[in-house]
């Protein structure tokens, strides 16, 4: 039945947890209210409260705390109430959870996730799309869904993962996206991108709510007789490299769109892998469409400046076919 | 253990006809642990370090030593423990013997991490100890969620955290005993307030008296204990495990102490006052047990230095075999980094 990107990640984490009993959730809101988003709504009711924790405002706790829980051989489940406030808990992803397998061979198999990006009128701390910081910390996952199959799949990957992992979902998509999804249980391997659309004459790789702007542009270009392929890279870290240079390979332009801001974001990663590995097979230079380098501003004709939308696709794609 | 019980200690009690006394035993294996500390961090610092076999930095515990050595003893062997770095007899009382913390030291890889960390950055989840990282405090959180695993699993184990003085400046401290009490983890803190966070003295750490008096703010019962009397350590220590096992939450003990050395082998410690040096090393912890047992009959002079030479030898034989260990070999960077399957 068609199922919303809510409902599917909520899924996957109810199944879960009836699957494992070392599975539990811990965060603000998430018992009592459900989540600020309803993610774990009903849970409380469901699994009792050992199992799904309210915790007091403490970001950096409750990432340490599912760390430590993990260390004992359970499967915590953190949410950053907003991915903006993953900030405060830096140190323990990136230096605690990240480490601990490297250092001492420990395993640290933690899911944070963490509701990113904009389009909600949300400003400059409830608005951010900060996967670039997690990607270039070797040790973590980071895996971001652009569908609802992918959201249920994915998240269920991530609590069986053995390492931690950043599980970005976005709040745009939540409820704006609806459709059918498999029934019952299944898993979307980590570490793979997918082609969302077939095409042979530019590659937009992308992720997240990204696509469906890729996918606008590409209706249009199809029109202009441009065939567009999408690939929904659906896992940050680890890179799925082979999926991107397949693609590159095939149709020689490359459009790298993403809704975080351009410098040192996943697109340069991805420009600079293509370059290096597929450099005879372009035709002409890799583009990026990224935000600005600036805050994520909360007035509507400045937050819509701001995003990436499908006439700054259109734009690089027709600088590249002319090219 | 198993170096302690090749001591054959127990010959040495004076009451060796009556059943064997508990705190005899107890004083005896934690001056061999106090002692074997001392020994393993002199060797690091003042002949391994400066022979420039240790490229990385040294942080000892010397004169703190009844603080790990107490509350370690008073844990059961299934209590989880996160030392800080100047803890080193944690692990020997888990049973990581001195050899593997020379190799560590020198980045070889009969270390426990293989040469992937240094120092103190060590940990065992088969021995239920968790390895600290750099930034201070940072395992109070962690602590405070490994507590919660275990009331989530129903064990009756708790969780015993060592940090120092200026680590309860972080937010991480006050986040992970907020987070312990408000959940009623079953987590044991240990302060060692040394009086000096690298250069910067405890009243420029903090406005506050003591470390102890920051517990009641989050309702965390705390008590400050005199850090060189090992029996006064390990009897808080006690207390704190029973409180953390009767289901009552967090427990903060405040052991008053004094580091005896600069923050790290090179670091002269120039901004201690010299007088404090000599007022606390007459406090030393070990001389302390040392009294305790001869004046208790518990042992004589004779039977202590035939034991810190037996120690010496044994610290010897380690130091050998962690110079023979191999550095990892190059291909070892790329390893572990996530799950191997």
């Keep these: 039945m068609p199922t919303t990107y809510l409902e599917a990640i909520r899924q996957g984490i109810w199944e879960e947890m009836e699957r494992d009993p070392n599975v539990f959730c811990i965060g603000e809101d998430i018992g009592v209210y459900g989540g600020a988003f309803k993610v774990t709504a009903g849970m409380l009711e469901a699994f009792g409260e050992k199992r799904v924790v309210d915790t007091p405002i403490s970001e950096s706790a409750i990432v340490g705390a599912a760390i430590g829980a993990s260390l004992m051989g359970l499967r915590p489940i953190a949410e950053m109430q907003y991915a903006d406030f993953i900030s405060c808990a830096f140190d323990q992803v990136v230096n605690f959870a990240a480490k601990c397998r490297y250092r001492w061979n420990a395993p640290v198999p933690i899911v944070v996730r963490a509701p990113s990006g904009g389009g909600t009128h949300g400003g400059p701390f409830h608005s951010q799309s900060p996967e670039a910081w997690f990607v270039h910390t070797p040790g973590l996952k980071v895996v971001m869904p652009g569908t609802a199959r992918d959201a249920k799949g994915l998240i269920k990957a991530a609590i069986r993962d053995n390492d931690p992992v950043i599980f970005f979902e976005h709040k745009a998509l939540y409820r704006r996206l609806k459709e059918e999804i498999p029934e019952g249980d299944y898993t979307v391997p980590i570490g793979k991108a997918r082609v969302f659309r077939e095409g042979k004459d530019l590659s937009i790789i992308t992720y997240g709510a990204m696509l469906y702007v890729a996918q606008e542009a590409a209706e249009t270009l199809e029109k202009e007789g441009v065939s567009t392929e999408i690939i929904d890279m659906r896992t940050l870290l680890p890179i799925d490299e082979e999926t991107v240079l397949a693609s590159v390979k095939k149709t020689s332009r490359a459009i790298l769109l993403h809704e975080a801001t351009l410098t040192g974001g996943f697109g340069a990663e991805i420009a600079a892998r293509i370059a290096e590995k597929a450099f005879e097979y372009l035709d002409a230079p890799i583009a990026r469409v990224a935000a600005p380098d600036t805050p994520i501003p909360f007035s509507t004709p400045l937050e819509q400046a701001f995003f990436p939308n499908a006439d700054k696709v259109l734009e690089k794609a027709r600088w590249l076919c002319a090219y | 253990m198993a170096a302690v ?331 572990n980094v996530y799950e191997e399957k």
């Design chain 2, 5 to 335: 019980d090749s001591l054959n200690l127990s010959r040495v009690s004076r009451k060796s006809e009556e059943a064997p006394d508990p705190d005899a035993e107890l004083a005896r294996k934690a001056l061999y642990y106090m002692f074997l500390m001392r020994e393993v961090e002199e060797r690091i610092e003042k002949r391994l370090y400066r022979q420039g076999k240790i490229v990385g930095g040294v942080y000892v515990g010397r004169g703190q030593e009844a603080i790990c050595v107490g509350a370690g003893l008073a844990a059961d062997p299934q209590d989880v423990l996160f030392p800080c770095h100047r803890d080193m007899a944690l692990y020997f009382i888990r049973g990581i013997q001195p050899r593997e913390v020379l190799a560590q030291y020198m980045g070889r890889v009969g270390g426990p991490t293989r040469g992937k960390d240094g120092n103190m950055h060590m940990g065992d989840l088969n021995r239920r100890i968790v390895a600290i990282i750099s930034a201070m405090a940072a395992s109070v959180p962690v602590s405070a969620g490994a507590a919660m695993a275990l009331k989530y699993q129903g064990s009756r184990n708790c969780v015993l955290v060592f940090f120092g003085d200026g680590a309860t400046s972080r937010g991480d401290f006050h986040e992970g005993i907020n987070m312990a009490a408000v959940m009623k983890a079953p987590l044991v803190l240990i302060c060692n307030n040394n009086a000096y966070a690298y250069s910067t003295p405890v009243h420029k750490q903090m406005a506050c008296a003591n470390v102890a008096d920051k517990g009641p703010g989050y309702g965390v019962p705390a008590e400050i204990v005199d850090g060189n009397d090992f029996f006064a350590v390990h009897r808080a220590t006690a207390r704190a495990i029973a409180h953390a096992r009767e289901g009552l939450g967090p427990y903060l003990i405040e052991c008053k102490t004094f580091r005896m050395t600069g923050h790290a082998a090179h670091d002269s410690a120039f901004y201690v006052p010299k007088h404090l040096f000599e007022e606390w090393a007459a406090k030393d912890p070990i001389l302390r047990l040392e009294r305790h047992m001869i004046e208790n009959g518990i042992a004589t002079r004779e039977e202590i230095d035939a034991m810190y030479a037996r120690i010496r030898a044994e610290v010897d034989e380690a130091q050998a075999w962690a110079e023979q260990s191999p550095f990892p070999d190059p291909s070892e960077l790329l390893t």
